[in-house]
């Protein structure tokens, strides 16, 4: 034993001596070239950085604050250390980091000039509130949906719109923490690869279309604020569990210039990949989209009931884009006439009109391009939709001259785009225009209004009313797609919830203090349509047999509640 220690001290002795000869011979060999006065004293290769070894991956090794760089990881370091998808496509540097920290450190991002706070709506005081969340989000996940779900009212506006308006905009001068997925063209092919890098179970994933963010335009990568918001309320108004929901973006480029040349902005910098490679990518996510206007459709359902029940409606939009339900299509096409940028949308656009634009094109060449305050002095319209985030189009002039022709029931103006900035008008400017009679709905949050010594409570257009119960609906159904009809069935479903007394007092949707019971509903009414069709499958079959109140039951049972649950240790399998 001694004799064989002996030996390996000897050889450690010979290695050592071999590796310090080695080093002073190959350190005269400069540039593939000998040469007799490179001394090994001045030799410093500059160019070689240490490396460490970590022992964690994914996650694990971004939550790890002596290892994790954020942005700045290389992208050979993200493939072998499990890390892509789980950060923005553009790696960044230290000194950028820095940077970005020592602007905070001097003027707080959610210090708003009051220039913008006019703009968009969101106040210096919103936006410290939605840091502090995401920051109580990061510590503790159950708590922030507890505190989420106990002030729902309070907080939705602060988690999604208008705040998320304001986010979207400044996400990349906001990122500090990865949250969600990042899928780019440069994953083209390898889709797959980047998605394992998740291992958890999903029931629900959202991503956006970053190319029109509300009415903000072209936002490339930074349009992941709206799955990060949208899955928040998920969870809180439908009980989704957090850890089974994935917000995602896919960076295909943004045409937005100005995004492309800030040094923080984390996304691909290159013009909008768009035609037949765009569709590749898409594919290759393997994602199905299904869009419709069905939130519209339910506030106009209860609008008009409110207005006047037995009377036929008719509507003037800004843009084009509305489903028909229970009258034929020529019929519902008959009660719609469309306005954009240049006027009124008729046949004389031929070739010009968009295939989903063309049904509701007026058959009346001479009325092509005509302006909105004619169109309603002639049409008479009694709904008035503003989808177009063009500003102040629904002027004095506008909704007096609708106002006017309302004689036998109240009008109804929906002024959708966001943020507040691009509004059609304003709830003040409804309800003092038309005399205290306007039935209004808006799609971002908009002040009570005092007219005449009555209050007239305003109501938000937002689709957290509908969409998380659409979803819960069809995750628990097991349907795999959304079909029209589970949409509009859904649609029409909502403004049953609404006493005629509140609708009177200015509500359109239920109030939203009960959204838990309004997700449940919702869903509920999405399981029975979806069967209707025979798409369910899974354990809803058998609750469906119980009938429809045994069915909401179920429903109700199967949503998630923020609590601390008793935890256990339970080693994964690679753990010794």
């Not at 996650?59 to 892509?84: I, V």
């Not at 020592?102 to 005081?125: A, H």
């Amino acid at each position: 034993m001694l004799g064989i220690v002996r030996l390996v001290r000897e050889k450690r002795h010979v290695y050592r001596r071999a590796a310090s000869l080695i080093t002073q011979h190959s350190s005269r060999r400069c540039n593939s070239t000998l040469v007799d006065d490179c001394e090994v004293g001045n030799y410093e290769p500059s160019h070689i950085k240490p490396s460490s070894i970590v022992r964690t991956t994914g996650t694990e090794l971004l939550h790890e604050p002596w290892a994790n760089k954020g942005s700045a990881f290389s992208h050979s370091e993200r493939d072998r250390l499990g890390l892509r998808g789980l950060l923005p496509p553009r790696a960044t540097t230290m000194e950028l980091q820095a940077g970005r920290f020592m602007e905070d450190y001097y003027s707080p991002r959610e210090m708003i000039p009051p220039e913008d706070v006019k703009l968009g709506g969101v106040t210096t005081e919103m936006a410290r509130r939605w840091m502090l969340l995401q920051q109580l989000q990061d510590r503790n996940e159950t708590l922030f949906y507890k505190v989420l779900l106990d002030n729902f009212v309070e907080m939705a506006p602060i988690v999604y719109t208008p705040t998320v308006g304001w986010v979207c905009v400044n996400f990349h001068n906001l990122y500090r923490r990865p949250r969600g997925m990042y899928f780019s063209a440069h994953d083209k092919g390898e889709m797959g690869g980047t998605g394992r890098t998740v291992q958890r179970p999903l029931e629900l994933e959202q991503f956006p279309m970053p190319s029109r963010i509300l009415g903000l335009g072209d936002l490339g990568l930074n349009g992941l604020g709206i799955p990060i918001g949208k899955l928040d309320l998920y969870c809180a108004a439908a009980g989704f569990h957090p850890s089974r929901v994935l917000p995602v973006v896919i960076d295909v480029g943004t045409n937005n210039a100005a995004l492309r040349n800030d040094p923080l902005y984390l996304g691909l910098r290159h013009p909008r990949i768009v035609g037949a490679e765009y569709i590749e990518i898409i594919d290759e996510f393997e994602v199905q989209h299904h869009c419709s206007r069905c939130v519209t459709a339910a506030a106009a359902a209860a609008a008009a009931a409110a207005a006047a029940p037995s009377l036929p409606q008719r509507v003037c939009m800004l843009p084009a884009g509305m489903e028909t339900y229970g009258l034929s299509a020529s019929a519902a096409c008959n009660n719609f006439w469309m306005l954009d940028s240049e006027g009124l949308i008729t046949h004389k656009r031929g070739d010009r009109l968009r295939e989903h634009v063309r049904p509701f094109a007026q058959a009346d060449h001479q009325f092509e391009g005509e302006k909105l305050l004619e169109v309603i002095k002639r049409v008479k319209p009694t709904i008035l939709l503003g989808l177009s985030g063009a500003g102040r189009l629904f002027t004095p002039e506008v909704l007096a001259a609708l106002n006017a022709n309302c004689t036998s029931q109240r009008p109804i103006i929906f002024p959708m785009s966001n943020p507040t900035s691009k509004m059609e008008c304003t709830s003040e400017e409804a309800i003092v225009h038309t005399e205290g009679r306007a039935i209004f709905a808006s799609g971002s949050p908009q002040p009570d209004v005092e007219y005449n010594g009555k209050t007239y409570h305003i109501a938000q257009a937002n689709n957290m009313q509908l969409f998380p119960g659409i979803a819960l609906g069809a995750f628990l159904g097991q349907t795999r797609i959304i079909t029209d009809d589970m949409l509009m069935r859904a649609a029409v479903k909502l403004p049953s919830m609404i006493s005629m007394s509140a609708i009177e007092k200015g509500y359109v949707y239920p109030a939203l203090k009960d959204i838990r019971d309004i997700s449940a509903t919702i869903a509920t009414e999405v399981i029975l349509a979806a069967a209707d069709e025979g798409l369910v499958r899974g354990p809803a079959l058998i609750a469906l047999k119980s009938g429809k109140e045994a069915l909401k039951r179920w429903v109700v049972k199967m949503m998630y509640l923020p609590h601390y649950n008793s935890l256990n240790f339970l080693p994964n399998k690679n753990q010794n």
